[in-house]
């Protein structure tokens, strides 16, 4: 079963503008992360963000995460045609050995930036 | 690039058979993961290996099967396929398979069962 779900499923934006898209998760996390995959191939970490930070920077990307609420938000400024992609938030969770490492994925949101 | 093979790159095979799908995880990882990918069940784990034991276990039918060898290459094997399990099965590999670490992704094999 999947713990992250992903909101808008799609987007679409023109080149310059922001994105913003938002994973909430349903049971507690040691980490949250945040991948791309271009259509059809191999997904690419972007950004890790740990259970006790708010929120992270890495280039144009910035990540937000509220336990509170149990959501993150991922936010890419200054989008580009080439950032056209779908993004997944993957949650670890906490628990016995049997789920030690492995990540669970949302739906993803998939982002088309327009030139 | 992320350093982890996986071959075939593409599969298409008849209900009823068996395939095997290879994968050598980036140099120095030693933990290997089996992910599903279709568009009804987006991305679902199915296994995880660290250094040849099975580590942790997912929505991994009993059709399925995996390991992983001694030279840390994986193959999950599937058998009796059904029309249903025509998907983009990625391998990712990370350093120790704990917590906090990110993985990197093949680029799939895509099975077709027709």
């Known amino acids: 079963s999947q713990q992250g779900e992903e909101d808008p499923q799609a987007l679409s934006i023109q080149e310059g503008e922001n994105a913003t898209m938002n994973c909430s998760y349903k049971t507690s996390i040691n980490n949250l992360q945040w991948y791309r995959q271009n259509s059809g191939r191999g997904l690419v970490h972007l950004i890790l963000?740990?259970?006790?930070?708010r929120e992270k920077h890495s280039g144009r990307l910035r990540v937000t995460l509220d336990t509170s609420k149990k959501s993150s938000s991922l936010l890419i400024t200054a989008s580009r045609a080439a950032d056209t992609a779908s993004y997944f938030c993957?949650?670890?969770?906490?628990?016995?050995?049997?789920?030690?490492?492995?990540?669970?994925f949302g739906a993803g949101t998939q982002v088309v930036v327009t030139p | 690039d992320s350093g982890v093979t996986q071959t075939p790159k593409h599969l298409i095979t008849a209900t009823g058979q068996r395939v095997t799908l290879r994968c050598s995880p980036r140099s120095g990882d030693l933990s290997v993961y089996w992910y599903q990918q279709s568009l009804d069940q987006g991305l679902q784990f199915l296994i995880q290996y660290y250094n040849g034991e099975e580590r942790a276990k997912g929505n991994i039918l009993e059709r399925f099967s995996a390991q992983q060898f001694p030279d840390l290459h994986s193959e999950l094997n599937l058998s009796s396929l059904e029309l249903g399990d025509s998907a983009l099965y990625f391998c990712?590999?990370?350093?120790?398979?704990?917590?906090?670490?990110?993985?990197?992704f093949g680029s799939g094999t895509q099975l077709s069962v027709l």
């Open positions: 963000i740990r259970s006790n930070e």
């Open positions: 993957a949650t670890d969770h906490p628990g016995t050995t049997d789920s030690w490492g492995k990540l669970q």
């Open positions: 990712a590999s990370s350093v120790a398979g704990g917590t906090g670490e990110k993985l990197f």
